[in-house]
């Protein structure tokens, strides 16, 4: 049981804030009990606080989920039920925080910003999947014309179609790399111009983010990645593969 003073709870006290008992300043156990039980509600509300943050905006992948952290351990010898039973809670709620992003990022898409953007990236996965070569791998960059990040500055639909005309502003080429000194002619288009189903990219918006990728040879994206959010977990992986990637020939 929790210490008392008065009649007072050091742990319910420490819940609801109010102010201590009179004399209770002088009770040693039920000043220390309630010392750390304000120490406790901190990582608790501490924790709770995370887990609405991944609830409410998934944050940007990393290459396995970090773990949940645990309730900082008391001094005492032992702990309170309730502090106990709500340390369970927040670490049980972390994990299972953890498992959806992990299977969301393994099978059900790349944590877009939005839902339109996270069709798009499913839709731009199975494209790179169909062909046995996950965007991003080394495998894919070697046989890479293009990848490149920009800017979406124009989405005009055909019209009597569902076919869109997306212009990109380039501001970031991973492939082709050109050495500074030899970048005259052969950088590709600061603009480029694509089109492409509206299936492929749905609910693209002028001044959205896109990181694409374009076969060799090819003239049409094959992958396509709309918002900062999904963009930032191919990113990662573009520039991890890149140096594996130069060692390799297209085959």
């Given at each position: ?69 645990s309730v900082r351990p008391s001094p005492r ?173 297209c085959g």
């Amino acid at each position: 049981m929790s210490t008392e003073h008065d009649g007072a709870d050091a742990l319910m006290t420490a819940i609801t804030g109010e102010p201590l008992p009179p004399g209770a300043r002088e009770d040693a156990a039920f000043l220390a009990e309630h010392r750390a039980a304000e120490a406790d509600l901190a990582v608790l509300r501490e924790q709770l606080g995370l887990i609405g943050h991944a609830l409410a905006e998934p944050p940007p992948a990393a290459p396995a989920p970090e773990p949940a952290r645990s309730v900082r351990p008391s001094p005492r010898p032992r702990r309170r039920a309730f502090s106990l039973a709500l340390g369970g809670l927040a670490v049980a709620a972390a994990a299972s925080v953890m498992a959806g992003m992990g299977w969301l990022m393994s099978g059900g898409g790349t944590g877009a910003a939005d839902s339109s953007s996270l069709d798009a990236g499913s839709s731009a996965e199975k494209q790179s999947d169909a062909g046995g070569v996950a965007f991003g791998s080394a495998r894919y960059l070697a046989c890479s014309g293009l990848v490149a990040e920009g800017e979406a500055t124009a989405v005009e639909r055909l019209p009597g179609t569902t076919t869109l005309r997306i212009t990109l502003s380039l501001t970031r080429v991973y492939l082709p790399e050109v050495p500074e000194e030899d970048a005259k002619g052969s950088k590709p288009d600061e603009e480029q111009v694509f089109v492409v189903d509206e299936n492929v990219v749905p609910g693209i918006r002028a001044g959205d983010p896109v990181l694409v990728g374009v076969p060799r040879g090819a003239d049409q994206p094959d992958f396509w990645a709309v918002g900062e959010r999904q963009i930032a977990l191919e990113r990662a992986m573009v520039t991890a593969s890149l140096p594996e990637a130069r060692e390799l020939t297209c085959g």
